[in-house]
């Protein structure tokens, strides 16, 4: 009984952010914007990933950052410092980012558009932020090289929910026990369609296939030109 | 009042964790058994900080391992093959260990002892198993070089529940920019009593003063001999 309880009073959160996030996903598109959803533990290189990216693509596109911390502004500093729009969504404990979050930025910040890309930095944790769409187009999922790659079987759902899977700091594989060919596989059996890159921000290695993919899954979902 | 309602349902669900942590804290104090739990993101280090530890400490003490992953049993076969009592806690999908999982580990190992030492490997996740008392007579965070200098303010509760921070994988901290007094600083910010050591599993430094720490530790809670 108690159990049954517990299933009516989750089942209706969950919906609710699915509704939130559709109707997200809806506005972004009809308005020409592509969304990505960043996930990763702590560490993995979000903030890092988001500051080449966006030094690389400011000038030919209009970028939006929405980017969630459980406190500090820290990330969102880091980004502003480069000149694109961004707004820091403080969860005050909340370890993910949940649609009505992103939706409350969104409010505040849409009058700061046109937009064409909109990227979420979620809150460092790679197991909840899994289980909630914030209305992005795409989902990427981060691992770092020094994370080790025996990750994505124990935190199976970020895996299985991404549409692209970067592995970060590749630049500093040879001084890792870390097996690339082990960790795509592994990732592989979870999710066939997903998309792997290998990256590393500071080396700059992996970057233009990066942009070209963003690029294209844009186009892809009608929102370019 | 939905305020209040939710208030009245998260309370009950943490004063019940407390009870089982302070019933099986007890019961551990009582046995002679000293209790650590072992929290940080994935891929902090804490399957190979135990590994480590053991090797060096399971001729001399009786350890009993618990380790809490999402899914796989990898962690725990690693610290298998070192030959020490170990059960693998399988959360199916929940982000953190509560302490009615411990127990339920405790009831199906506590007749493979006597034991000196317990450890508990959490969920790798540096947000909510901050929240879940287990237990524990020693709350350990680990925090990896290539994570970054600045994570104790952006997950300033793990920081703040904690009696030791240890800075791992110090044998890679010239290739990152990663310093280590500026960590230390904020960490102790936040937590002024917390014991700091810096330390790698792989080349051994700083084991030493760690296993003392422990063996001192045990002894100041009444336990050892």
Not at 145 to 161: H, L, M, Q, S
Request: hydrophobic share 45%; net charge negative; with cysteine.
């Amino acid at each position: 009984m108690s159990e049954l309880r517990r299933v009516e009073v989750l089942e209706p959160i969950l919906k609710a952010n699915d509704v939130l996030a559709n109707q997200l996903k809806e506005e972004w598109s009809h308005a020409g914007i592509f969304a990505v959803n960043l996930l990763s533990a702590p560490g993995a290189g979000k903030t890092t990933l988001l500051e080449a990216t966006l030094v690389r693509i400011k000038d030919q596109y209009r970028v939006l950052v929405l980017v969630g911390d459980i406190e500090t502004e820290r990330d969102a500093e880091r980004v502003r410092a480069l000149g694109v729009d961004v707004l820091q969504i403080t969860t005050g404990g909340t370890c993910h980012l949940e649609a009505f979050m992103v939706r409350q930025a969104w409010e505040r910040m849409k009058s700061c558009g046109p937009f064409d890309f909109i990227f979420i930095e979620n809150v460092g944790n790679l197991v909840c932020p899994a289980s909630y769409g914030l209305g992005e187009h795409l989902r990427v999922v981060l691992l770092s090289v020094p994370e080790g790659d025996d990750k994505p079987k124990k935190y199976p759902k970020a895996f299985r929910t991404a549409g692209v899977f970067l592995v970060t700091k590749m630049d500093l594989v040879s001084h890792f026990k870390f097996d690339v060919e082990r960790v795509k596989s592994e990732a592989l059996d979870l999710n066939p369609r997903l998309v792997i890159m290998e990256l590393s921000a500071q080396s700059g290695e992996g970057m233009e296939t990066w942009l070209n993919y963003l690029e294209n899954a844009r186009k892809k979902a009608g929102l370019g030109p």
